[in-house]
């Protein structure tokens, strides 16, 4: 079976220039005309014009989510273990909230079979097909994500999502109350990938939804990777631009696969 998809993201207002534009650009350009667009910036105004192309704002279309950022932005134990910890992000839940809530509300307005998040610091550098997605996106899984079981959550640049399963609303509903309902307290950090980890091994624990890790070592033969995502079958067709490289590629120094293409070399 021939799945549909969808794919989706997120920029802040300050990373248009710098990487989110080229980033669209690269998901317009490179990916099917037929998978539709659904991108969330902060700003509006931030847009480039395409056929089966969407742009919404998460403030707008998500009321709880500005209801969860006024009350987490004033959190004290939230302030409180930021100031402390050595990795001040992973307890920014206000940052890493605005990808979630893209995700629940596009989940909600998508009529495809497969819902993929890209994050807008990666860039798509050669035309993608339909057959590949149905291949790195199975329909026997509800999540195709990238594990990293050294760093002890997944790498969230490119997850997928099946829709059509019967457990896809159940899986969204448990996500959104790690934030209406503060859940997210109860675990080790508050990213986006800490959330989504313990709704998907717990969905997966009790049988209702299986998934797919590109990082399992079927590509490279081992797990061991520093930047998993472009040392798995991803890096066949998508760069995720980390740290000070946003703004052109992934170090050499990252690659373990040797890959021909012009935008490695």
Not at 103 to 112: E, M, R
Not at 122 to 147: C, D, M, Q, R
């Amino acid at each position: 079976m021939t799945q549909t998809f969808s794919v989706v993201t997120t920029w802040g207002d300050q990373h248009w220039d710098h990487h989110a534009k080229r980033s669209v650009q690269s998901i317009i350009s490179q990916w099917p005309k037929q998978v539709a667009k659904f991108f969330y910036p902060d700003n509006l105004a931030q847009q480039i014009q395409a056929p089966n192309t969407n742009y919404f704002t998460v403030a707008k279309e998500q009321p709880a989510f500005n209801e969860f950022k006024t009350r987490a932005s004033n959190d004290e134990e939230v302030k409180e273990k930021m100031n402390i910890s050595k990795n001040a992000y992973e307890y920014d839940v206000v940052r890493f909230a605005h990808k979630v809530f893209a995700v629940l509300d596009a989940s909600q307005k998508c009529t495809t079979d497969q819902l993929i998040w890209i994050d807008a610091d990666t860039v798509t550098y050669k035309p993608i097909t339909i057959e590949w997605l149905n291949h790195i996106a199975p329909e026997h899984s509800f999540t195709t994500f990238i594990g990293r079981p050294k760093k002890g959550y997944s790498e969230c640049g490119f997850v997928s999502y099946n829709i059509s399963s019967p457990y896809s609303k159940e899986f969204f509903t448990r996500w959104r109350s790690y934030y209406v309902k503060d859940l997210y307290k109860n675990l080790n950090a508050y990213t986006d990938c800490h959330t989504y980890d313990a709704v998907r091994i717990k969905m997966k624990e009790e049988q209702k939804i299986q998934d797919n890790d590109l990082n399992d070592g079927r590509f490279l033969g081992y797990r061991g990777s520093k930047h998993p995502f472009v040392n798995s079958e991803l890096g066949d067709y998508m760069d995720h631009l980390k740290g000070e490289r946003k703004d052109i590629q992934s170090s050499v120094k990252d690659m373990k696969v040797k890959r021909q293409d012009e935008h490695w070399q």
